[in-house]
T-cell receptor, first 112, second 112 residues
Framework: NAGVTQTPKFQVLKTGQSMTLQCAQD?????MSWYRQDPGMGLRLIHYSVGAGITDQGEVPNGYNVSRSTTEDFPLRLLSAAPSQTSVYFC???????????FGPGTRLTVT | GENVEQHPSTLSVQEGDSAVIKCTYS??????FPWYKQELGKGPQLIID?????GEKKDQRIAVTLNKTAKHFSLHITETQPEDSAVYFC???????????FGAGTTVTVRA
């Protein structure tokens, strides 16, 4: 199993540009989520999904969209990038409530 | 929502000594408390977790204690080794919830 994979690993955007961060898992997990990690703030939940076709907002959803058309994939879209979205983004998956979340290697995004 | 506070933010210990990280949470409905370790350039990885029906759990050199009355839980690492140097995150979630709320993280440095 590859586990949770994320692409790209690094990305630089200009303010106003849009892009999609890819996330995929091959463990047949029903739950997937996106976090952003900023210095001194831990991991903050952006959006999550409890199954194909079902998504919901987390703690910091503004400026981001998600969709879940398959169990495996959970892309995160930045509609119009802003410098405040400079961060490291992690995707995670889990087999159920209160079970281990498996994290991907992260995408480091810089918005200039 | 749930608020998880983590202390200290940085911790430096001599190799062989013990390290203790403490977290408090605000929502008394929380009943699942995992700890994640993040090495440089990688995603967080679960190292131990505890559920509210247990007061203490141990796995080799790592132990976690939970005090539900006081709403705090702690990570104890004994006989620290250089490979224990990393950022550690505590987290909490409720029984019927997929979502995790993370602390801000503790950077542990083990001095040789």
């Amino acid at each position: 199993n590859a586990g949770v994979t994320q692409t790209p690993k690094f990305q630089v955007l200009k303010t106003g540009q849009s892009m999609t961060l890819q996330c995929a898992q091959d463990m047949n997990h029903e739950y997937m989520s996106w976090y952003r990690q900023d210095p001194g703030m831990g991991l903050r939940l952006i959006h999550y999904s409890v199954g194909a076709g079902i998504t919901d907002q987390g703690e910091v959803p503004n400026g981001y969209n998600v969709s879940r058309s398959t169990t495996e994939d959970f892309p995160l879209r930045l509609l119009s990038a802003a410098p405040s979205q400079t961060s490291v983004y992690f995707c995670a998956s889990s087999s159920g409530r209160n079970y281990e979340q498996y994290f991907g290697p992260g995408t480091r995004l810089t918005v200039t | 929502g749930e608020n998880v506070e983590q202390h200290p933010s940085t911790l430096s210990v001599q190799e062989g000594d013990s390290a203790v990280i403490k977290c408090t949470y605000s929502d008394s409905a929380s009943n699942y408390f995992p700890w994640y370790k993040q090495e440089l350039g990688k995603g967080p990885q679960l190292i131990i977790d505890i559920r509210s029906n247990v007061g203490e759990k141990k796995d080799q050199r790592i132990a976690v204690t939970l005090n539900k009355t006081a709403k705090h839980f702690s990570l104890h690492i004994t006989e620290t080794q250089p490979e224990d140097s990393a950022v550690y995150f505590c987290a909490a979630s409720k029984a019927n919830d997929y979502k995790l709320s993370f602390g801000a993280g503790t950077t542990v440095t083990v001095r040789a």
